[in-house]
């Protein structure tokens, strides 16, 4: 006989041993255990910051609403996302949506808007399976009738390491150029990814409508203003303007 059948007949033989020594099945069926619940995937909530420029402008002047959507942990943009941009007037508590953007390869849309009225604005993303649904941060726009005016910013270094926003304020179209002399600037900041603006001092223009104001912050920390002249009861119609470094993303 060749090992191998040999093999095969001892191993038929202890299987059938085997068998005969394991008890009889019961012949009631024992309960089925509970199911395992579904693992779930808790989602992720994203980043939502959106600008409004500018802030403040006289009645029928053109808008930009600028909104950034992003993991807030990665920072990675999110591409391709359906964003409702909605409004209400100032004293409602209705939203209306105006525009349906989509978001770019930078997480990043642009919608362009007239300022008819004072309005506050906020962006609207509804979700999807990896992220929650997430309202922008809320901006008022104020739009006063009166002459527009023209507002300029830039920041610029100072010499002890600080920062100095300077700028001008004069009549939007005016010849010879007609500046706004001892009018009151307010200076706002917002931190590098930040989501809120905050006051962070005012200052007021000299004859020639030139302004400065100086805040220890420095450069590097990549803080964006905005420079706000509020109008006044003259005819002056409002306007306000944002500055940023060009070496900062």
């Known amino acids: 006989m060749r090992p191998s059948t040999r093999r095969a007949m001892v191993l038929t033989a ?32 994203p ?4 600008t409004v420029e500018p802030l403040w402008s006289g009645v029928n002047e053109r808008l930009t609403v600028i909104g950034e959507l992003y993991d807030s942990k990665t920072y990675r943009p999110l591409t391709g996302r359906s964003i409702s941009l909605q409004a209400r007037n100032v004293g409602s508590t209705t939203w209306r949506t105006v525009a349906r953007p989509e978001t770019n390869s930078n997480g990043a849309f642009s919608v362009s808007l007239t300022a008819d009225r004072s309005k506050t604005y906020r962006a609207v993303y509804s979700g999807n399976a990896w992220y929650t649904g997430r309202h922008s941060n809320w901006e ?6 009166g002459k527009w005016v023209r507002t300029t910013a830039k920041p610029v270094a100072t010499s002890n390491g600080g920062t100095k926003v300077t700028g001008r304020i004069t009549q939007l179209v005016a010849s010879p150029t007609r500046p706004l002399r001892y009018v009151n600037v307010h200076i706002q900041a917002r ?13 007021k223009t000299n004859g020639h409508g030139y302004f400065g104001w100086n805040t220890s912050v420095k450069p590097s920390a990549c803080y964006r203003y905005r420079a706000i002249y509020k109008g006044n009861s003259n005819g002056w119609a409002a306007k306000s303007t944002t500055a940023e470094w060009s070496n900062c993303g």
Do not use: E, H, I, M
């Not at 980043?47 to 959106?50: A, D, E, H, T």
């Not at 931190?191 to 200052?203: E, L, V």
């Open 191 to 203: 931190q590098a990814y930040g989501t809120y603006w905050f006051d962070a001092g005012s200052t």
């Open 14 to 45: 202890t299987t059938a041993l085997a068998a005969s020594l394991v008890p009889a099945a019961s012949t009631s069926a024992a309960p089925a255990a509970p199911a395992a619940p579904a693992a779930t995937t808790a989602k992720s909530s």
């Open 140 to 145: 008022r726009q104020t739009a006063k009738p």
């Open 47 to 50: 980043g939502f910051n959106l």
